[in-house]
């Protein structure tokens, strides 16, 4: 794994969220697969999370980062709070976040950090 300019205990909840999601958000009866890997720059690392869950619709991608939005609150449990750590978490250590995801096709998400 490359090395990130990043707080250690910060980017541990951050990839916990991102993979609890992943095993969360699978359809019933469905293995949850999850792939896990770095791509880098001479300035930063990306590090991508691509899942075999249930996907999300394009237009609630930036809300999805909120605090308290839940897209399916009555199927699957949760607070909403989650991909809103992950975001501020990523801002405070001067990253990014994205994500690429389609309904029934999974979800990638990747966080984009700076290097030492």
């Not at 990130?4 to 992943?22: F, H, K, R, S, Y």
Request: aromatic share 8%; charged share 25%.
């Amino acid at each position: 794994m490359p090395t990130v300019l990043a707080n250690e205990p910060t980017l541990t909840q951050i990839i916990a969220n991102l993979l609890n999601n992943a095993v969360k958000f699978t359809e019933p009866g469905v293995t949850p697969l999850i792939r896990f890997w770095c791509e880098q720059d001479a300035r930063t690392v990306r590090l991508s999370l691509q899942d075999n869950g249930i996907g999300i619709d394009r237009k609630y991608h930036d809300r999805i980062f909120r605090v308290f939005e839940r897209l399916d609150g009555k199927r699957y449990a949760g607070t909403g709070v989650g991909l809103a750590i992950v975001r501020k978490g990523v801002e405070r250590m001067n990253g990014k976040v994205g994500l690429e995801s389609e309904p029934g096709k999974g979800t990638r998400f990747w966080i984009e950090l700076p290097k030492p």
